[in-house]
């Protein structure tokens, strides 16, 4: 199967207690099917600026912004497949490139001790945020996710991620999934992701479960709840 590098779409997003979560899954049975994967664990290291410039820009609801993500899916060794993404938002459309290395070489490139030995457009990209933010590590995040596509519109899906964790120290993605807890009570977080307009059955099914789009962000939460107060009380001001 090809590996996609470039993605172009718009992203909702949702929390569901986990009534609508059932209700919903009933609804969605006869037109999403389970993509191969089943449920699975996806780990994910963000860089920024060591006075968290992106996220907080991010927060502040631009009409552009962008974030460097380390992804896995499961807990990698030096030598399996990872990705470097480098995800932005444009008037409300999410544009994302990526690119495959060994967990290895990618610390290397991130790291900046080493460049890849391939080199192309997507990496140059990334080259370049670097060279411009200067990111480090900061956040590692984890969450097990169920993800559908439609079986007749094979580019419309949706993902369910629950038992979302965060850390801030050991992070490599090779060092485990553990983290403390995101969300509480059994809430899960919904994305659907359209290359075109909603489909007016998907539209009808989330108005019955009473589903309303959530402005949510993972990193941005852990950020908000968990590390913007430690980071004021260092008496740095993040206006400067």
């Not at 060591?50 to 380390?70: F, N, Q």
């Amino acid at each position: 199967m090809a590996i996609i590098t470039t993605f172009e779409r718009t992203e909702k997003k949702y929390l569901l207690e986990p009534g609508q979560f059932d209700a919903l899954s009933r609804m969605l049975s006869d037109r999403m099917t389970i993509d191969q994967y089943g449920r699975h664990t996806i780990c994910n290291i963000y860089y920024d600026t060591d006075d968290y410039r992106l996220i907080r820009a991010s927060i502040e609801k631009p009409s552009y912004k962008e974030k460097l993500r380390l992804r896995s899916y499961g807990i990698p060794r030096n030598s399996d497949p990872v990705f470097v993404e480098l995800k932005k938002k444009c008037g409300g459309v999410v544009y994302k490139r990526r690119e495959r290395l060994t967990l290895d070489e990618a610390r290397r490139f991130l790291g900046r001790s080493a460049e890849p030995v391939h080199q192309n457009q997507i990496l140059r990209e990334i080259d370049w945020f670097l060279n411009l933010y200067q990111p480090s590590p900061k956040v590692f995040l984890a969450y097990d996710r169920i993800a559908l596509y439609g079986s007749e519109d094979p580019g419309l899906r949706i993902t369910f991620d629950d038992s979302i964790r965060w850390r801030t120290t050991a992070l490599d993605l090779a060092m485990g999934d553990w983290g403390s807890p995101l969300l509480s009570g059994g809430c899960r977080l919904m994305e659907i992701k359209l290359c075109g307009g909603m489909p007016l059955w998907l539209a009808r099914a989330l108005s019955e479960c009473k589903a309303y789009p959530a402005s949510f962000s993972k990193y941005g939460e852990v950020y908000r709840v968990n590390l913007a107060r430690t980071f004021l009380k260092k008496g740095d001001c993040p206006c400067a």
